[in-house]
């Protein structure tokens, strides 16, 4: 997820580090040799460079991935959210499981966590492969949340020129109800091998 958004960002205009615990990773060099614009760094190092920083860790290894990346350099800053509380246990009849309830998200656990970063939750409802110019009948909706209305604003720009529209559903308590989208979107996946979708919002 997050080399593909990365790339996406590059294809974007903007300037791009990948934080990774190791640089000489295959999958981090087959990037940069893609990307020749694109740069690699510690967690540390890449949350200094960004202006605007995107957790596209898995949920389990997030928390670890905010600690790495330091908290001096996540002041201030908006973190897009992309990762899910998807538990170690295989799906039950197509149905993912996750180590958080309804009454709880991972998402608001971060952000507790880093009171002085600005999280938006986005991109979570969706596989990677569509996460840039998804090419559908429609335009697919992104379903956002997030304390900060001016965080959001930045990031609903930056999902309109992925190809995106953007529901904005208020506060950070909404990534209770967005994190278990991941959910539905991959049922059709594990019981049909149909991975080719995304959700819609639809308005009367």
């Known amino acids: 997820m997050g080399r593909v958004l990365g790339s996406a960002f590059l294809k974007e205009g903007h300037e791009v580090m990948l934080g990774t615990r190791t640089i000489s990773k295959d999958e981090v060099v087959k ?7 694109g740069k690699a760094g510690t967690f540390a190092e890449t949350a200094s460079f ?3 920083l995107v957790l596209a860790t898995g949920g389990s ?5 905010l600690r790495l990346s330091e908290e001096k350099n996540l002041e201030g ?12 246990a295989p799906p039950v009849n197509g149905v993912l499981q996750f180590f958080t309830d309804l009454s709880h998200s991972l998402m608001e656990k971060l952000q507790n966590a880093y009171p002085s970063a600005k999280f938006v939750k986005a991109f979570s409802c969706v596989g990677n492969a569509h996460m840039y110019k998804p090419s559908f009948k429609e335009t697919p909706t992104m379903f956002i949340c997030g304390n900060d209305v001016d ?23 909404a990534a209770r109800a967005i994190e278990p989208l991941c959910i539905l979107w991959c049922i059709p996946g594990f019981l049909h091998n ?10 009367a």
């Open 194 to 203: 149909r991975w080719d979708h995304a959700l819609k919002l639809v308005k």
């Open 77 to 88: 800053k908006i973190i897009i959210d992309a990762t899910n509380p998807i538990a170690a």
């Open 61 to 65: 290894v997030a928390e670890e991935a």
């Open 31 to 37: 990037w940069l040799d893609e990307n020749k614009k």
């Open 50 to 52: 960004g202006e605007l």
């Open 151 to 173: 965080a959001k604003k930045t990031v609903t720009d930056i999902l309109t020129s992925f190809g995106w529209e953007t529901e904005d559903l208020g506060a950070m308590e």
